[in-house]
Nanobody, 124 residues
Framework: QVQLKESGGGLVQTGGSLRLSCAASGRTFGRWAMAWFRQAPGKERDFVASITWSGGATYYADSAKGRFTISRDNAKKTVYLQMNSLKPDDTAVYYC?????????????????WGQGTQVTVSS
């Protein structure tokens, strides 16, 4: 079993920045792709960004391109999401997830493990 723990969320003003972290623990850290999703109240859980095990390839939702950067440190078993130029529309609970097949562009249902989420609130 894999446990994922997100951190770094909080309250920030429009235009501000936050850096989210997701630490993995449990069974041996495999060659997995990892991703960030987010879910606003009353909405679906939407894809934000993903990264392959090597970090050599990334994929972003249109809403994240140019503002968010996903990265990872496999030695620390941690994936990050640097979020800049935040907007009120970015307000959501942010979740990290693992895709054991190391694939970037897969449906939400193909992610094998999920964290509990961290709240990000952007005030106007």
């Amino acid at each position: 079993q894999v446990q994922l723990k997100e951190s770094g969320g909080g309250l920030v003003q429009t235009g501000g920045s936050l850096r989210l972290s997701c630490a993995a623990s449990g069974r041996t850290f495999g060659r997995w792709a990892m991703a960030w999703f987010r879910q606003a109240p009353g909405k679906e859980r939407d894809f934000v960004a993903s990264i392959t095990w090597s970090g050599g390839a990334t994929y972003y939702a249109d809403s994240a391109k140019g503002r968010f950067t996903i990265s990872r440190d496999n030695a620390k078993k941690t994936v990050y999401l640097q979020m800049n130029s935040l907007k009120p529309d970015d307000t959501a609970v942010y979740y990290c997830a693992v895709n054991e097949a190391n694939r970037l562009m897969v449906p939400r249902e193909d992610y094998n493990y999920w964290g509990q989420g961290t709240q990000v609130t952007v005030s106007s």
